[in-house]
């Protein structure tokens, strides 16, 4: 490694052109933030606008000793496309427009491209990119973090989707290479591309990706199910999956709390339920081609949810076409928002598991800081958990260190005690690497650490999956 | 690596026990052939009943300088399982019962363990291991393979169903690793597990998983339509993703010629037109959960169908529930290997270019061998195709030669003109390891080589990933 010379700022210009460099603080400040707000010092932001302008950064990058971090939409929430003192590698002008093969029920699209605009294109063909998210990702950033979201249950998360890859590798020459084909079946030789889904971007920088796409369900309707125990959601969602198979499309778990600060800080919500917040509730969607109609699906939901509230196990729902319960359920994570400080766990156990869990880790929670507000929520269908609490604006400002406390406490019991994973969906970066290292046998952070080296010998982005290894990291 | 000595058998006797060390020539037989017939040349077999054996094996083996194949139930096609005077590393006692989780969905399940005691053991649970194959494979076979299948189109690879992997490496240490969780959502480091499935078993040795399952569906119909025109094959299956979304569960295309072989050769069938064989058929499947009646599943199948009847873009169909549709779609191996020599073309195109490559493939293979009998079948709706070719009985042994050099040409069609792949769900092994080298660039070759000597420096099973790269191969 040189060090940073004074031309590297000429080079890169040279490479991609005057006005795609960004130095000035004004400038830099959006390209240091990402979803959970701040933690990026970027030294400059490059924005190449193709494949090859990527390589020229990259090469030129390393010939000055500077290290680069890929950045999409800043909409990640691990820190990984936050840059300390690095060049920002933005890929928002790779961007072409998808092309999007009906036949196939593929798209090839840009790396800088957002899901929307991805969905808008795929929607002419009545198509549809089956990864629900809250947030508006680039292509690239969800591959780097292998995005699940709510629609998981039916449709996977981003690797399942993805068929093929051209990337530019960290090698120090800028090599391009593209990997797989624009097929759905393919088994021709070791799969690499698949270490790029959930790479947090430390292995290259994916320029561009072929996925599947889903036919765009016609009919869809969704149940907000008030429960009296949140136990009764699994008997809830086992009797759908055995009734609707694979017309179950969604099966969302709301806890009172978090419903209750929702509907008290997002002044457009209505209250879903007349005589107020359950102990929990499930969120149920339903949806299907034009050959399954609407009134079919509201009676598979009626005919589930209709005994439970006889019988005392519910105690009361709401059935539509989804539009105003989708919108409680995405207002959420703004209700607790502002209500204060947020300590966020994105975590995953075995779905039977799920609310003995919740229980264990709001009894452990609550007897140590009894402050906190637990207002969890998320995907009981995969065993998805944001295991959320809030620090509330009334107490003033979070006491440091006090969320990285919490946190240790509730991924510990994940881990060792339910075998679950402490970054179910929102991946690996700086925010949450010491608990990596921490929960990852060593053994498996060594492999993956030489794997990182092997294919980024280079060097590139935030994350270094050998981190605290034996033989030791890249840096 | 030290040379074989003597007592290598010794050593393993001790590891794992007297009986469990086949040496005589009858005993080795069975284990010399796969799913395509012998091929192998086993210097013993070892059967180790535990990954503490399994290791033992690997580290005993490479102390005395001696290579080592992994074997499930050789059912494999492209010889990944068979030995070239190595040890035959046999999975068939590491088998204990399944261990099914129902309300995760999940089984914990031993590599040797076949798909049809999984499924016996998930099916009491109403769960599927949703993979359909012809064969009965083992787990760790189906990983190593990557095996997709005819619903396929519905659930996708082995790869999408896999959560967590326990292996031991190929690294003359024996050492045992876990990769991943037994939860669906999980994004906590490097994917390394992904690598293993599809790998040919050369990189270590599979002898656990937790896998996926799927509700199995309380209600099925089936429907083989006979098509005035092969390209109204697409048009069907497009109207039906429109029309049923996820309720369609499989899409097979079958040629005239390869029903009429399967009709002729294997006598238990009946013909299910009574106006002959079509040019080509579709055999479609819709499948749901019990809400969804069988009733309603075979109107949707006759509402696309029938005006295709009507305007002559379809002359007959059948609509059952499948059980003699899929034995004839069952039997078309059986009944091309009854006919003659076959070569097989295990390949996949863009759903949309599969007919049109069909007829060029077809056109290129007749003009220069025009006693080759073309009766290729697939899978239409993901784009996987078998196009196979039958050297008729009556014409004498197949010329030597003559199949590598069908494939070849097949295959350039395929990569070259398609951007297909010339190996959609069998892998890769000793008989395509050629075609491997031949359509995979060899700066994609060598990155393969590299991670593949990276987790398995001792070397392990019969593919060299990085055949042919210029910085050359593990041997």
Redesign the interface.
């Given at each position: 490694m040189t060090r940073p010379a004074p031309d590297l700022a000429a080079a890169l210009r040279d490479a991609i052109g005057e006005g795609q460099l960004l130095f000035a603080a004004p400038d830099l400040a959006g390209y240091d933030q990402d979803g959970r707000g701040p933690g990026g010092a970027a030294l400059l932001v490059a924005r190449p606008r193709s494949a090859d302008e990527v390589a020229a950064v990259l090469r030129i990058a390393h010939a000055h000793g500077v290290a680069v971090v890929p950045q999409g939409a800043r909409s990640g929430l691990a820190g990984a496309g936050l840059a300390d003192g690095s060049v920002v590698l933005s890929l928002e002008r790779v961007a072409g427009p998808p092309r999007i093969?009906?036949?196939?029920?593929?798209a090839e699209v840009d790396a800088g491209v957002p899901l929307s605009a991805l969905n808008a294109a795929a929607a002419e063909h009545?198509l549809t990119f089956p990864i629900d998210l809250g947030a508006d990702p680039t292509i690239g950033g969800m591959i780097a973090?292998?995005t699940?979201g709510a629609r998981?249950l039916?449709h996977?998360?981003v690797?399942?989707s993805l068929l093929a890859l051209e990337v530019v590798l960290a090698d120090g020459q800028g090599?391009q290479?593209?990997?797989g084909?624009?097929?759905?079946?393919?088994?021709?030789?070791?799969?690499?591309k698949?270490?790029f889904?959930?790479?947090a971007g430390?292995l290259g920088v994916v320029t561009r990706a072929t996925v599947a796409l889903q036919?765009l369900?016609?009919n869809s309707v969704c149940a907000l199910v008030a429960l009296a125990e949140p136990a009764e959601a699994?008997a809830l969602l086992?009797a759908l999956?055995?009734?609707?198979?694979?017309?179950l499309s969604a099966f969302e778990g709301i806890s009172g709390t978090a419903l209750d600060l929702a509907l008290s800080h997002v002044p457009r919500l209505k209250p879903p339920f007349a005589g107020g917040s359950p102990p929990y509730c499930a969120l149920v969607e339903l949806?299907?081609?034009?050959?399954?109609p609407a009134d079919l699906l509201m009676d598979?939901l009626g005919?589930a949810i209709t005994p439970m509230i006889e019988d005392g196990r519910a105690t009361d729902a709401v059935i539509d076409e989804g539009r105003s319960l989708w919108a409680v359920r995405h207002a959420i994570p703004e209700g607790l928002r502002t209500a204060g400080a947020v300590i966020a766990c994105d975590i995953?156990?075995?779905?039977?598991?799920l609310m003995r869990f919740r229980e264990e880790a709001a009894a452990a929670v609550s007897a140590r800081w009894p402050e906190l507000v637990i207002a969890d929520f998320g995907?009981c269908g995969?065993?998805?958990l944001h295991f959320n609490m809030v620090w509330p604006r009334a107490l003033g400002p979070i006491p440091a260190g006090l969320a990285e406390e919490v946190r240790r406490l509730v991924f510990a019991m994940v881990v060792d005690g339910y075998?679950?994973?402490?970054?179910?969906?929102?991946?690996?970066g700086p925010r949450n690497i010491d608990h990596?290292v921490r929960?990852?046998?060593e053994?498996?952070?060594a492999?993956?650490g030489?794997?990182?080296r092997?294919?980024a010998p280079a060097g590139i982005g935030r994350v270094d999956?050998g981190a605290g290894a034996e033989d030791g990291s890249p840096a």
């Open positions: 093969d009906a036949e196939n029920r593929t009545g973090a292998n699940g998981f039916r996977g998360d690797r399942r090599t290479m593209r990997l084909n624009p097929v759905w079946k393919d088994n021709s030789g070791l799969e690499l698949q270490l889904a959930s790479s430390a036919p369900p016609a699994l086992l999956e055995r009734r609707a198979g694979t017309l949806s299907a081609g034009d050959a399954i598979i005919e995953a156990v075995r779905r039977g598991d995907h995969d065993g998805g075998h679950g994973s402490f970054s179910a969906e929102h991946g690996i990596y929960f990852t046998p053994p498996v952070r492999l993956a030489r794997v990182q092997l294919i999956f």
